[in-house]
C-alpha cells in the first residue's frame, strides 16, 4: 500500500506535468471548459483532497473535502499511483471497479476525449 506521503507526491506531479503539456492543457481546456471541483478520496488511506480543474490547468492541492465537488474520483492509493505512473488506464480501473468516478453525464462524456 502507498503512504499518505507517496500519493501527495504522486498528485503533486500529475498537477506539475499538465502544467508543462501543452497538448494536456488544450484537451482539458476543450473537454472541460468551465471550472471544475475535482475531489479526490484515496479510499484505503482515509484521505481526501481536492482542487480546481480550469483552463487546462489544475489548482493547488489542496487536503480535505471540498464543500462542493463537479468530478469525484475514489481509487486506492495503490491504484492511483499506477494511474499516475501510467502503468493501469483509467477506463481499465474504472470497469474493474478498482477506481470509481462520479461526475455528470456531461462531465463524464467530455472526460472519455482525455482517455
Do not use: C
Not at 468551465?34 to 487546462?56: C, H, K, N, Q
Not at 495503490?78 to 470497469?95: E, K, N, P, Q, Y
Request: aromatic residues 4%.
Amino acid at each position: 500500500m502507498a503512504t499518505e506521503s507517496q500519493v501527495e507526491a504522486k498528485l503533486q506531479e500529475l498537477i506539475e506535468r499538465l502544467e508543462t503539456d501543452d497538448g494536456a492543457q488544450g484537451s482539458f481546456a476543450s473537454s472541460l471548459p468551465e471550472p471544475r471541483v475535482v475531489a479526490l478520496e484515496v479510499t484505503d488511506l482515509d484521505a481526501s483532497y481536492w482542487t480546481e480543474l480550469a483552463s487546462g490547468r489544475m489548482s493547488t492541492l489542496n487536503p480535505g473535502t471540498p464543500e462542493r465537488w463537479d468530478i469525484r474520483v475514489r481509487a486506492g492509493s495503490d491504484d492511483l499511483v499506477a494511474l499516475v505512473d501510467g502503468h493501469r488506464s483509467l477506463f481499465s480501473a474504472v470497469m474493474s471497479g478498482q477506481v470509481k468516478v462520479d461526475a455528470s453525464i456531461t462531465d463524464l462524456m467530455r472526460l472519455r476525449k482525455l482517455a
